[in-house]
């Protein structure tokens, strides 16, 4: 087999083979392709597409391109969880613990942030104590005994993907939806997970758009996982303005607190009761997504998921008495206000830019080699379609620096007030098959 053959069969509209497939990857991997070949292939699945079979035989010899994840000495079905991406994006804070409290085992590996806030292991490490450097003896137990644990990414998972995603990164190839879809779920299923849910975002703070394309994404995704056996379900939610209210690693520690007592964010709640029912059903605990939307609600409103957010982080060696008293997590030194410079209705809030203007103060990394200070961030006051008087705060700038003017800057330059205006509608589009 060559090469050269494989990259001209799909640049005519050609349908791989799945020894076609593996001998691209295994061969890129190991160093026998070159990477202007393999730029030459990712154009060519750029313009001619790939068909259902084409995707899910990518993804898995990307998986096999590297260590997998064993969880089969973990009991029940695990579940797991994958958005992409967003700006204050809290749900695994809340998701974890409100789904293992119905005793369905979440089993987590999550890594760093890199870019508006950090990933969910820098958002927990804002708790003091908290760690994720545990074996992978004691990660079974936990889950086993109290259905829930978080791990940091370990091993040599899917290198075929991140040597692909870099050259693609470089080439002009990334917005191609069966490489995008291969990327994501091979992660995923190299983790070890028996069933994913997928929150696919769209609008101006993601990476999908538009409808149509997250759309595309979320179908292409959920196909692939339920062609190589993990039953997947995906939802659209919307990402053109920040979810919930905080943007930072204590703040949204905080804003998942008060979701788990009942008390969060109506859109936080919404995406979160959405997601778990998801998750509830794939993990064997209810039959419809109502049944299990009903379960998640009594859990939050018996105190059972709150209790099981403090014996996650007691385990992991976490402060448990944050969920008492939230003034234990990290403060700033300087909280301003950001206010209205004339009244209206809030028409539009650039999720992505907001995002920056959080990274500004340190609440995100702009290179692997950043520190984050865990907390700064913001917390916003308005959201799109509430009126803001002139003068009344649009976001409180939490900081630990005095000068925050190009902060403000960006805020200003990215929130606009008009006569009138709308919400956004925040799930766009729930599939189950």
């Given at each position: 087999m060559r090469m050269v053959d494989v990259i001209a069969k799909k640049r005519d509209g050609g349908k791989l083979t799945t020894e076609e497939i593996n001998f691209f990857i295994k061969g890129y991997t190991a160093g026998d392709v070159p990477d202007y070949q393999a730029s030459s292939l990712a154009m060519a699945i750029y313009f001619q597409d790939m068909d259902d079979q084409e995707r899910a035989d990518l993804t898995m010899a990307m998986v096999e391109s590297g260590d997998q994840i064993d969880l089969s000495d973990i009991d029940g079905i695990k579940v797991d969880k994958h958005s992409t991406g967003g700006v204050g994006d809290t749900t695994t804070l809340v998701l974890a613990p409100l789904v293992a409290a119905l005793d369905i085992p979440v089993a987590k590996m999550s890594g760093r942030g890199l870019g508006h806030t950090g990933g969910t292991i820098d958002k927990l490490e804002a708790v003091e104590g908290f760690h994720v450097e545990i074996s992978d003896e004691e990660f079974v137990r936990l889950v086993n005994e109290d259905k829930i644990a978080v791990i940091g990414q370990t091993g040599n998972l899917t290198p075929a993907d991140k040597k692909l995603y870099a050259l693609r990164d470089v080439t002009g190839t990334v917005n191609s939806i069966p490489l995008i879809a291969s990327s994501i779920m091979s992660k995923k299923i190299a983790a070890g997970s028996d069933a994913i849910v997928l929150d696919v975002k769209?609008?101006?703070?993601?990476?999908?758009k538009t409808d149509e394309d997250a759309e595309q994404l979320a179908h292409?995704?959920?196909?692939?996982?339920?062609?190589?056996?993990?039953?997947?379900?995906?939802?659209?939610?919307?990402?053109?303005?920040?979810?919930?209210?905080?943007?930072?690693?204590?703040?949204?520690?905080?804003?998942?607190?008060?979701t788990l007592k009942g008390e969060g964010p109506e859109d936080l709640n919404e995406l979160v009761l959405t997601?778990?029912?998801?998750?509830?059903v794939l993990g064997g605990g209810a039959e419809t997504l109502d049944e299990a939307r009903g379960k998640l609600q009594e859990v939050i409103d018996n105190g059972k998921a709150l209790e099981k957010f403090r014996t996650f982080l007691e385990n992991q060696g976490g402060n448990g008495d944050v969920v008492d008293d939230v003034s234990l997590l990290p403060q700033a030194a300087y909280e301003i206000e950001v206010p209205a410079k004339q009244s209206g209705v809030v028409s539009r809030m650039v999720a992505d830019e907001i995002g920056i203007a959080s990274m500004l103060l340190g609440a995100g990394r702009a290179t692997k080699e950043d520190t984050i200070d865990l907390a700064v961030g913001l917390m916003l006051r308005k959201k799109v379609g509430d009126k803001a008087e002139e003068g009344e705060s649009l976001v409180t700038i939490y900081s630990n620096r005095e000068d925050v003017e190009d902060v403000k800057e960006k805020i200003y330059a990215n929130i606009e007030i008009a006569e009138q205006a709308e919400a956004p509608k925040l799930i766009h589009t729930i599939i189950t098959e």
């Amino acid at each position: 087999m060559r090469m050269v053959d494989v990259i001209a069969k799909k640049r005519d509209g050609g349908k791989l083979t799945t020894e076609e497939i593996n001998f691209f990857i295994k061969g890129y991997t190991a160093g026998d392709v070159p990477d202007y070949q393999a730029s030459s292939l990712a154009m060519a699945i750029y313009f001619q597409d790939m068909d259902d079979q084409e995707r899910a035989d990518l993804t898995m010899a990307m998986v096999e391109s590297g260590d997998q994840i064993d969880l089969s000495d973990i009991d029940g079905i695990k579940v797991d969880k994958h958005s992409t991406g967003g700006v204050g994006d809290t749900t695994t804070l809340v998701l974890a613990p409100l789904v293992a409290a119905l005793d369905i085992p979440v089993a987590k590996m999550s890594g760093r942030g890199l870019g508006h806030t950090g990933g969910t292991i820098d958002k927990l490490e804002a708790v003091e104590g908290f760690h994720v450097e545990i074996s992978d003896e004691e990660f079974v137990r936990l889950v086993n005994e109290d259905k829930i644990a978080v791990i940091g990414q370990t091993g040599n998972l899917t290198p075929a993907d991140k040597k692909l995603y870099a050259l693609r990164d470089v080439t002009g190839t990334v917005n191609s939806i069966p490489l995008i879809a291969s990327s994501i779920m091979s992660k995923k299923i190299a983790a070890g997970s028996d069933a994913i849910v997928l929150d696919v975002k769209k609008g101006a703070g993601a990476f999908m758009k538009t409808d149509e394309d997250a759309e595309q994404l979320a179908h292409a995704m959920v196909k692939i996982g339920n062609n190589v056996g993990r039953r997947t379900m995906a939802i659209i939610s919307d990402m053109s303005q920040p979810l919930g209210y905080a943007i930072g690693n204590a703040l949204e520690v905080k804003e998942a607190i008060e979701t788990l007592k009942g008390e969060g964010p109506e859109d936080l709640n919404e995406l979160v009761l959405t997601l778990g029912s998801q998750m509830v059903v794939l993990g064997g605990g209810a039959e419809t997504l109502d049944e299990a939307r009903g379960k998640l609600q009594e859990v939050i409103d018996n105190g059972k998921a709150l209790e099981k957010f403090r014996t996650f982080l007691e385990n992991q060696g976490g402060n448990g008495d944050v969920v008492d008293d939230v003034s234990l997590l990290p403060q700033a030194a300087y909280e301003i206000e950001v206010p209205a410079k004339q009244s209206g209705v809030v028409s539009r809030m650039v999720a992505d830019e907001i995002g920056i203007a959080s990274m500004l103060l340190g609440a995100g990394r702009a290179t692997k080699e950043d520190t984050i200070d865990l907390a700064v961030g913001l917390m916003l006051r308005k959201k799109v379609g509430d009126k803001a008087e002139e003068g009344e705060s649009l976001v409180t700038i939490y900081s630990n620096r005095e000068d925050v003017e190009d902060v403000k800057e960006k805020i200003y330059a990215n929130i606009e007030i008009a006569e009138q205006a709308e919400a956004p509608k925040l799930i766009h589009t729930i599939i189950t098959e």
